[in-house]
T-cell receptor, first 111, second 110 residues
C-alpha cells in the first residue's frame, strides 16, 4: 500500500535532548513538508523540501533541523534550542502542485 | 497579511442546515487549491480539490474566485458527522509550497 508513515506515534523528550522524528513515503512524491500543530491551533510550516538534497525554512524553523538525502525520507530533528517543543508534528508529501497526504503524526512531549 | 486566511469559527449549526466557509489567499499566482478536513487529534485528510469551474461532491460544493482571491466551501444538509475543522490549502505559484489556513471549526448540533 502506498502511503506516508511517521514514527514514533508518541515521543517523550527530556529537557536538553535532541530527538529525531521519522517520516517515510512510498508515493514517489518530490515534495515533503513538516508542520507543527499546537492544541486548538492551525498548522505551521517548519521546513519543506521540493527535491532531494534541498530544503527550505518555513515559518517556524528555529530550533529544528532536517535532511533530505533520499526521496522517500525527510526526518526532522527537534534540537535543545527549541524551547517549547511539546506539540503534534505532522509530515506530508505531495506531487507537483497536487494535494498533500499526511502521516498520522507524532505527539512530542517534554518531560 | 497572512498568505491564507480563514475565519476560525466555531460555527455552531443545527443538523440539516447549510453552512458556507470562505478562505482568502494573498498570492495571485497561486495555482492549486484544496479543502481538507481535520478531526480532533487526527491528521488532516483531503476533502476535495477546488477547480476554476467549481466542483461538487455530494453535499459539498467548492468554488474558486480568482478575481477576488478566495475559495469557498458549501456544505448542505449538515450531519453530526460533519463536525470537524475545515482547512483551506493553497499551493503557491512558482513553486510547490503548500500553505494551510488555520482552519474553521464546525459543530453540527441536534
Amino acid at each position: 500500500d502506498g502511503g506516508i508513515t511517521q514514527s514514533p506515534k508518541y515521543l517523550f523528550r527530556k529537557e536538553g535532548q535532541n530527538v529525531t522524528l521519522s517520516c517515510e513515503q512510498n508515493l514517489n512524491h518530490d515534495a515533503m513538508y513538516w508542520y507543527r500543530q499546537d492544541p486548538g491551533q492551525g498548522l505551521r510550516l517548519i521546513y519543506y523540501s521540493q527535491i532531494v538534497n534541498d530544503f527550505q525554512k518555513g515559518d517556524i524553523a528555529e530550533g529544528y533541523s532536517v535532511s533530505r538525502e533520499k526521496k522517500e525520507s525527510f526526518p526532522l530533528t527537534v534540537t535543545s534550542a527549541q524551547k517549547n517543543p511539546t506539540a503534534f508534528y505532522l509530515c506530508a508529501s505531495s506531487g507537483w502542485r497536487t494535494e498533500a497526504f499526511f502521516g498520522q503524526g507524532t505527539r512530542l512531549t517534554v518531560v | 497579511r497572512k498568505e491564507v486566511e480563514q475565519d476560525p469559527g466555531p460555527f455552531n449549526v443545527p443538523e440539516g442546515a447549510t453552512v458556507a466557509f470562505n478562505c482568502t489567499y494573498s498570492n495571485s499566482a497561486s495555482q492549486s487549491f484544496f479543502w481538507y478536513r481535520q478531526d480532533c487529534r487526527k491528521e488532516p485528510k483531503l476533502l476535495m480539490s477546488v477547480y476554476s469551474s467549481g466542483n461538487e461532491d455530494g453535499r459539498f460544493t467548492a468554488q474558486l474566485n480568482r478575481a477576488s482571491q478566495y475559495i469557498s466551501l458549501l456544505i448542505r444538509d449538515s450531519k453530526l458527522s460533519d463536525s470537524a475543522t475545515y482547512l483551506c490549502v493553497v499551493n503557491r505559484g512558482g513553486g510547490n509550497k503548500l500553505t494551510f489556513g488555520t482552519g474553521t471549526q464546525l459543530k453540527v448540533e441536534l
